[in-house]
Each structure stands twice: as structure tokens, then as C-alpha cells.
């Protein structure tokens, strides 16, 4: 499988230097059929908006397992200088996308090439998983009628991790995450007069304060959640108090009833404050992803692959619950499978994801590769 590094590797540069956000990765997903279709697997595109489906079947087994890739960027600039950074200004892939792609890619050739399986793959290339429409997107437009399976399987690099080293838990494994917008209005006016404003700073600013109540206050101690404030924007200026706030955030929890109360208790607040300060306010309260949660059994089949491939003493069979999300979790509403994180590195040089220094490993990929053939092997057993 070593001597696939060099190729994924280059496949994995050439998408890090084009980067595509979701639902628009339509270089991303032809350079991946192209590929596809080069190996000689079976082609579906399209899937989904830009989703891509590759069917490779071996033997007579009626068995098929599903693999998945995410293929979206990140709206940010990045920071980094490699030879490979972006070419489009405010795009890139700051979450390792283009290494999972490139980790797939590198399975369905070398699966394609040594057929030691008995059943049927699907490789699965989504669009926009950032934004948590890709999954749905897709099994809307028929992924699972249209090529039925009995599990599936995705993968995460995630630094803080050991690098290489494979981390997982049946149940809950990832959060749902929750994104607020709050407005304020009040009259803005000279900063030397703020007695003939209604300042919805001051207002925003207790509000601000207030919300951080919210999960030490009105959570149990057996709750679990967090709420984030991302985002202060103002139309004021150096000398103007502005007419108008909004705050946006972001909450994680793995509960849908603690979301619930949250968004309640928000609620209230923002209320009881606006109507201190004599200021109108509205509360946008979405839910964008639901918590992932792993099934056992399949579970214990990633973890029987990982141990086989960097050994038990690499692998986390009880892994801490991860606080981000992921969509991948739509999908396993559907189909049982289970989700991995590889570790990508610990220590203050590896920057965490989603920063504009962020890069993919290269010597991950081979891990990737690795893995994924070998649990393809596992599940698909040939007679």
C-alpha cells in the first residue's frame, strides 16, 4: 500500500489547492470521478447536488458496507505557505477534507486492484458538510434506496490526538450543535448625548453576561452543554452609539431536551432584558446538527480494524465524547455504522482545526488507506 503515498498525496495537494465550499465542489467531485472511473470502479455522480458515489462489487455476497468522505471547504483565508495553499482568496480546506477525500480515493485503487473482499463498497464523496446539508442532501435525492447497505462508516483527523492514533466509543461520540442570532434595537445617536439614545450596547452587554448563566444555572449537574457568543456587531462608530446589535453563537449539547431548555432560557433572557431597557429584540434559534451516535456492533468492527492496523495500544476504544459535530450523524439515523477520529498531533505546532494554519498530514494517509481496506476485509469477508 506504500507505494499509493505518493499518489494520494498529490491528490490530496491538487484539492488543498483548489478548494470548493459546499455544494459548489464541482472541480472537487469530477477530478474524483475521474479518478474513480480511472480504477475501474462504477461511477455515480451528482448524488445529492456535487455528491459522488463509487460502486466497487467482488463475488457473489449480497453484503455492502458504505465508506464516506467529506469534500467542502472552509470560508477562510489561509495563513500557511505551502506549495499546495489555496488559490482562491477566503477558501480552504482547514478541516482536512482534502485529506479524507484523498484517503478514500487511495482505498477504492487499491481495493479495485486486489478484489480481497466479497460483496459490494460504496465509496462515498459528500458535499457540504460543513454547514450540515450534505448528508441529507443526499439520502434525499435516494443514496440509501439507490445503493442499499447494511452499515457505514467515516473517519476524522482531529488534532490533540497522538498522531496516528485511532479513537472511538460506541453511543454518543459527537454533539449537536444549535446557532442563535439575536438582534436589539433601540435609537442611536451622539456618543457626548447618550441620554437621548435607547443604547442597545449596554443592553447586548448584559445579555452578553446573562447568557453565560444559562449552563452553570438552569443545567443539572448531569446536563452537559456548552453556549459560545461568536459574534458582537454594531452600526455604531467611534462617536456613534449605534441603533442596532446582534449577537450570534453557537450551543453544543448532547441532549435534545437540554437544547430545548436552552433555547427557552435564552429566550427569556433576551426578553427580560429588552424590556429593562426599553429596546425590541428578536431570537433566531436553529438547529443545524443533530448528535452522532455510534451503534455497537460496528463500533467493535472499526475498532477491530484500527487495532489491526497501528495496534491496540494506538487505539481508544472508550474515547472521550467529542464537543464538535458533525453530519455524518444524519446518516447514521438511517444506517448503523460508526465514526473514527485519527489523530493528527498534539503540541502547540500542530494548529487545531478550522485555523488559517491549519494542513492536513501527509503521513496520514496511508493510515487512512490502510484502515479503510482493512475493515472493507474484515466486514466483506471472502469464503
Given at each position: 500500500?506504500?507505494?499509493?503515498r505518493?499518489?494520494m498525496i498529490?491528490?490530496?495537494?491538487?484539492?488543498?489547492?483548489?478548494?470548493?465550499?459546499?455544494?459548489?465542489?464541482?472541480?472537487t467531485a469530477k477530478?474524483?470521478?475521474?479518478l474513480?472511473?480511472?480504477?475501474?470502479?462504477?461511477?455515480?455522480?451528482?448524488?445529492?447536488?456535487?455528491?459522488?458515489?463509487?460502486?466497487l462489487?467482488n463475488?457473489?455476497?449480497?453484503?455492502?458496507?458504505g465508506?464516506?468522505?467529506?469534500?467542502?471547504?472552509?470560508?477562510i483565508?489561509?495563513?500557511?505557505?505551502s506549495?499546495?495553499?489555496?488559490?482562491?482568496?477566503?477558501?480552504?480546506?482547514?478541516?482536512?477534507?482534502?485529506?479524507h477525500?484523498a484517503?478514500?480515493?487511495?482505498?477504492?485503487?487499491?481495493?479495485s486492484?486486489y478484489k480481497n473482499?466479497?460483496?459490494?463498497?460504496?465509496?462515498?464523496?459528500?458535499?457540504?458538510?460543513?454547514?450540515g446539508?450534505g448528508?441529507?442532501a443526499?439520502m434525499?435525492d435516494?443514496?440509501?434506496d439507490k445503493?442499499?447497505?447494511?452499515?457505514?462508516?467515516?473517519i476524522h483527523?482531529?488534532p490533540?490526538?497522538?498522531?496516528?492514533?485511532?479513537?472511538?466509543?460506541?453511543?454518543?461520540m459527537?454533539?449537536?450543535e444549535?446557532?442563535f442570532?439575536?438582534?436589539?434595537?433601540?435609537?442611536?445617536?451622539?456618543?457626548?448625548?447618550?441620554?437621548?439614545?435607547?443604547?442597545?450596547?449596554?443592553?447586548?452587554?448584559?445579555?452578553?453576561t446573562a447568557?453565560?448563566?444559562?449552563?452553570?444555572r438552569?443545567l443539572?449537574?448531569?446536563?452537559w452543554?456548552?453556549?459560545?457568543?461568536?459574534?458582537?456587531?454594531?452600526?455604531g462608530?467611534?462617536?456613534i452609539i449605534?441603533?442596532?446589535v446582534?449577537?450570534?453563537?453557537?450551543?453544543?449539547?448532547?441532549?435534545?431536551?437540554?437544547?430545548?431548555?436552552?433555547e427557552?432560557?435564552m429566550?427569556?433572557i433576551?426578553?427580560?432584558?429588552a424590556?429593562?431597557?426599553?429596546?425590541?429584540?428578536?431570537?433566531?434559534?436553529?438547529?443545524?446538527?443533530?448528535a452522532?451516535?455510534?451503534?455497537?456492533k460496528e463500533t467493535?468492527?472499526?475498532?477491530?480494524?484500527a487495532?489491526?492496523?497501528?495496534?491496540?495500544?494506538?487505539?481508544?476504544?472508550?474515547?472521550?465524547i467529542c464537543p464538535?459535530s458533525?453530519?455524518f450523524?444524519q446518516f447514521?439515523?438511517?444506517?448503523p455504522g460508526?465514526?473514527?477520529?485519527l489523530?493528527?498531533?498534539?503540541?502547540?505546532n500542530q494548529p487545531?482545526?478550522?485555523?488559517?494554519?491549519y494542513?492536513?498530514?501527509?503521513?496520514l494517509l496511508?493510515?487512512?488507506?490502510?484502515?479503510?481496506?482493512?475493515?472493507v476485509?474484515?466486514?466483506?469477508?471472502?469464503?
Open positions: 500500500m506504500n507505494e499509493l505518493d499518489e498529490k491528490w490530496r495537494h491538487d484539492i488543498h489547492k483548489y478548494p470548493e465550499l459546499g455544494f459548489y465542489e464541482n472541480r477530478k474524483i470521478e475521474n474513480l472511473k480511472s480504477f475501474g470502479v462504477e461511477t455515480h455522480a451528482n448524488i445529492g447536488g456535487t455528491g459522488v458515489v463509487g460502486v462489487k463475488g457473489s455476497s449480497d453484503n455492502a458496507i465508506l464516506r468522505a467529506d469534500m467542502d471547504a472552509l470560508p483565508q489561509e495563513m500557511g505557505r506549495n499546495h495553499k489555496s488559490c482562491h482568496d477566503g477558501k480552504f480546506h482547514g478541516c482536512g477534507h482534502d485529506g477525500c484517503m478514500l480515493l487511495g482505498a477504492a485503487k487499491n481495493l486492484k473482499f466479497d460483496g459490494t463498497v460504496y465509496f462515498i464523496f459528500q458535499p457540504s458538510e460543513e454547514d446539508r448528508a441529507l443526499m434525499d435516494g443514496l440509501f445503493f442499499p447497505m447494511q452499515a457505514i462508516y467515516g483527523n482531529m490533540g490526538i497522538t498522531k496516528g492514533d485511532i479513537a472511538l466509543r460506541s453511543g454518543q459527537m454533539t449537536s444549535d446557532n442570532v439575536i438582534e436589539l434595537n433601540g435609537k442611536g445617536g451622539h456618543a457626548s448625548m447618550p441620554h437621548l439614545t435607547i443604547d442597545p450596547i449596554v443592553a447586548g452587554a448584559e445579555v452578553v447568557m453565560q448563566s444559562i449552563i452553570s438552569s443539572s449537574p448531569e446536563e452543554g456548552v453556549l459560545s457568543i461568536t459574534e458582537f456587531i454594531t452600526d462608530a467611534r462617536n449605534p441603533s442596532n446582534i449577537i450570534k453563537g453557537d450551543v453544543r449539547t448532547l441532549d435534545p431536551k437540554v437544547q430545548i431548555k436552552i427557552k432560557r429566550r427569556e433576551v426578553d427580560g432584558i424590556k429593562c431597557h426599553l429596546i425590541k429584540a428578536s431570537v433566531e434559534y436553529s438547529y443545524e446538527f443533530i452522532l451516535k455510534n451503534s455497537e467493535e468492527a472499526a475498532a477491530k480494524a487495532i489491526a492496523v497501528v495496534g491496540k495500544n494506538a487505539v481508544e476504544v472508550n474515547c472521550s464538535a458533525e453530519d450523524a447514521l439515523k438511517v444506517v460508526c465514526f473514527v477520529l489523530g493528527a498531533g498534539e503540541g502547540d487545531p482545526l478550522h485555523n488559517p494554519y494542513d492536513y498530514e501527509d503521513d496511508t493510515i487512512g488507506l490502510r484502515y479503510w481496506s482493512k475493515l476485509e474484515q466486514q466483506l469477508k471472502m469464503n
